[in-house]
């Protein structure tokens, strides 16, 4: 969700917050990403297009340069992308950027671009108070298997969507009671 269309779009995904032993998936999330490929909308199987202008480009290498710089690992480091038959596309291969901090730049922008930032905290609370204090709330997931952990964050978690991805028995997670949304 946070390489198609280049993560140029609103609803991309744009930071994932490991929660925990979460912390343990981020080489299989750099996995997943780096098997993308690269290509013009109308190649076949092409899994993220380029960027939509030159500037973009520059932009967000710029950001990923300061990321890197404060801190940050480039865990999968798309810079310097290319794809033959395009030499002059606006290339940015997916990137996921490990141990960003809200302090980032690239944190506290809106990058646009095929760039998942992964950011780690030890409790479910502390996921929800950094989502909540983010002013880019248009949407927020869990990935649980835990019923209560999911009710809690679609109850505390304030964005205009939450998505919740339970894992367990039926009726393991009741219709919300309750909807909160920016």
Avoid at 16 to 24: H, I, S, T, Y
Avoid at 42 to 60: F, M, Q
Avoid at 79 to 84: I, L, N, P, T
Avoid at 148 to 154: C, E, I, L, S, V
Wanted: proline residues 5%; contains cysteine; charged residues 20%.
């Amino acid at each position: 969700a946070g390489f198609g269309a280049a993560g140029q779009r609103c609803m991309a995904l744009a930071r994932v917050v490991l929660v925990g032993g979460a912390k343990a998936l981020l080489p299989e999330i750099v996995e997943e990403a780096s098997k993308l490929t690269l290509g013009r909308f109308d190649t076949p199987g092409a899994d993220v297009p380029p960027l939509n202008s030159a500037s973009e480009k520059v932009r967000i290498e710029a950001l990923l340069g300061a990321a890197e710089a404060g801190g940050a690992a480039l865990a999968l480091d798309g810079r310097g992308a290319s794809v033959e038959g395009s030499p002059d596309g606006n290339w940015v291969g997916p990137t996921v950027v490990a141990d960003v901090t809200p302090d980032m730049d690239v944190y506290k922008t809106e990058v646009f671009g095929p760039v998942l930032q992964v950011l780690t905290v030890d409790s479910l609370d502390e996921a929800i108070a950094l989502i909540n204090a983010n002013p880019y709330g248009n949407g927020g997931a869990i990935f649980t298997r835990s019923g209560a952990a999911a009710r809690h964050f679609q109850m505390h978690c304030d964005v205009g969507q939450v998505g919740v991805n339970a894992r367990g028995g039926a009726g393991a997670m009741r219709p919300a009671t309750r909807v909160e949304g920016r």
